[in-house]
């Protein structure tokens, strides 16, 4: 029973999905904008809706550059637009056209689209002819009922649009400011779609005796004055991605819809008709896209400039003295470049002084621990070779074996000290950074170790941890070896200066990547007093004998291995600080993760 239950289940759970009809967009040229273009052809959406169960469609408003995007987007399906977007979209994508819509205006016309150039009625203009130079409003440049046919008119009466006007602005949608602009004498006229004025005036948004149109006709059936010819009205296309059967049944819809009903009032046209010819707008393309051939670039630089005398004048004049100066300034360049030459060397002398101090400053303050480590070896050797000495003055028959051990443990103490007095030389030292395989824990101890005694005096205990698989590194040695004593010397004063911190604690860390090792210095003194770049500017320095450098060298020190290095105070409750250094592995040429 269960069984059969979670069947049904199933089987109704399916069936609701299947029944769910494929959602459809419908992209639509929004001339008066997108609420208006929503409001108009909802109803159409819904009454296809009705006719095509298996599909549910939706408005989509836009203007011609957003309906060409959403069409390469694949956001919309079918289009509702004129003849020109549509020719437009046809050389770029499979389209088909499945009716054409029925002007409810002009008695059911298909032709339908047009210009209508409008000017003031108190305006001197009468004719196209009197508003050569004069700056004129459009919608936008790719509109058929509007710029285009306007521009198809201009090359049947010999005109060229490119040049006619003084000034050709285009406002895009909706189409009301068209008309604003003229009224309030911003442009000298203004190139609307057919029976925009007439809209406007039914609408109460301007008075009808206020304008006046240029070039007037009023074809047969047409209700509107028109200065341009008529080209075939608004139709509906769709894509390839429509099946065949879903076109038909839209077809038939869109051919059986009647004049009475609410999508076709709403949409204001009297039905829809078979796709008609496109050969008007074809040829008017054509004549769009015509080069005159006659006049040569140099020609029109020649009238160019006889027409601009003195801004051709004025511009020799600027680019002579800009040459003048441009020479002048090259040449105080070239005057000052030596001098500037000089200083940067001087400059770099200073640092290699500085980053020296730098060093013996460092070294001043681990003498003590300098002292103690040498003492142990030396100490060690003394009595080792005071045995070896007594056991040959003793009578008794020599142990070769035990004095060949007595003299590797001095060879061993002897080589130790001889190592602090090369790390101590290698920190003084200047020299160029010399990259080789460096084990980092080695470092870390060897540090540590030359700092022992200063730990020791302070009661600071020093703690490591080792997180991963430890690998080499390649580095500076005696670099690295200073910026890891610099900055346990900085956690040790750190400490020393804090009241809060009993017992001194430092934690140095190792956590080994796939590709990189963090170290993290972590003390328990008084943290950072300011930002940790403050604190790593040259000669910016928090100690009263401070030289203001360690910091900065650190920072360079890093960087110079293509490494990353963070100052900052600790995150976990605790008063302290926390300096991160991080390195890549040997061989890697992957960047630093933070």
């Known amino acids: ?3 059969v239950l979670l069947c049904l ?37 819904e009454y296809l809706n009705e006719q095509v169960p298996q599909a549910e469609f939706h408005v989509y408003p836009g203007n011609f550059e957003a309906l060409n995007l959403a069409m390469e987007l694949g956001q919309i399906q079918f289009i509702i637009t004129n003849p020109g977007q549509y020719l437009y979209l046809s050389n770029h994508y499979p389209l088909s056209w499945l009716a054409t819509m029925r002007s409810k205006r002009h008695n059911g016309s298909t032709s339908a689209i047009g210009s209508a150039i409008i000017v003031k009625a108190d305006s001197d203009y009468r004719t196209l002819y009197d508003l050569k130079g004069k700056i004129v409003a459009a919608s936008d440049p790719h509109a058929l009922g509007g710029y285009q046919a306007t521009v198809g008119l201009m090359h049947s009466l010999g005109m060229n649009p490119e040049t006619y006007f003084g000034q050709t602005k285009f406002l895009g949608f909706p189409l009301d400011p068209l008309l604003y602009q003229v009224r309030d004498g911003n442009v000298d006229a203004a190139i609307t779609p057919l029976c925009t004025l007439e809209d406007m005036v039914e609408r109460g948004l301007i008075r009808r005796s206020d304008y006046r149109v240029l070039n007037p006709s ?24 429509v099946s065949t059967e879903l076109s038909k ?48 670039r140099w020609d029109s630089v020649e009238q160019w400039l006889k027409d601009n005398r003195h801004w051709g004048i004025l511009s ?41 101090l730098q060093s013996a400053s ?11 480590e040498i003492n142990q070896p030396i100490a060690a050797i003394t009595s080792y070779s005071e045995g070896g000495i007594m056991r040959l003055q003793s009578q008794e028959k020599v142990d070769v074996q ?9 060879h061993k103490q002897s080589t130790r000290a001889g190592e602090v007095v090369h790390r101590i030389r290698g920190l003084l030292r200047r020299r160029e950074a010399v990259m080789v395989d460096v084990n980092i824990l080695t470092l870390v101890e060897e540090s540590i170790s030359l700092l022992r005694l200063e730990l020791a005096r302070r009661e600071i205990q020093v703690n490591t941890q080792i997180k991963g698989e430890p690998f080499f590194i390649t580095a500076d040695r005696v670099g690295l070896l200073q910026v890891l004593i610099n900055l346990i010397k900085n956690s040790l004063d750190a400490i020393a200066d804090s009241e809060s911190a009993r017992v001194g604690k430092i934690n140095i860390e190792l956590d ?9 210095i972590t003390d328990n003194g008084s943290g950072l007093a300011m930002d940790s770049d403050t604190l790593m500017a040259t000669f910016y320095t928090t100690k009263m004998d401070g030289l203001g450098l360690g910091l900065a060298i650190c920072k360079e020190v890093i960087s110079d291995h293509d490494g990353h290095f963070l100052l900052s105070n600790r995150d976990d409750g605790v008063t302290g600080c926390m300096a991160t250094l991080s390195l890549k592995k040997r061989g890697s040429e992957a960047p630093i993760e933070v």
């Open 218 to 241: 009023r074809p047969k059936g047409i209700e509107c004055q028109c200065s341009t010819n008529l080209y075939p009205n608004w139709s509906f296309a769709a894509t390839e991605s």
């Open 362 to 372: 460092i070294i001043g303050e681990i003498g003590a621990g300098l002292a103690h």
């Open 402 to 410: 035990a004095c060949i051990e007595l003299l590797e443990k001095i």
């Open 249 to 296: 049944s839209i077809t038939q819809a869109l051919l059986d819809l009647t004049p009475d009903t609410d999508a076709a009032m709403s949409a204001q046209l009297k039905g829809w008709t078979s796709p008609i010819s496109q050969l008007a707008v074809i040829n008017l393309f054509k004549e769009l896209h015509v080069k005159s051939p006659d006049s040569s």
């Open 512 to 520: 080994f990547k796939e590709c990189q090792v963090n170290l993290r």
């Open 9 to 45: 289940l199933l089987l109704l759970f399916s069936s609701a999905t299947w029944c769910k009809p494929q959602q459809f967009y419908v992209g639509v040229l929004a001339n008066w904008g997108h609420q208006q273009a929503v409001e108009r052809w909802t109803p159409m959406m």
């Open 316 to 356: 020799v004049l600027v680019f002579i003295i800009a040459t003048l100066y441009h020479l002048w300034i090259e040449y105080r360049f070239h005057q000052k470049s030596s001098s500037l030459i000089e200083s940067e060397r001087q400059l770099k002398q200073q640092a290699v002084a500085l980053e020296r």
């Open 1 to 3: 029973m269960p069984k």
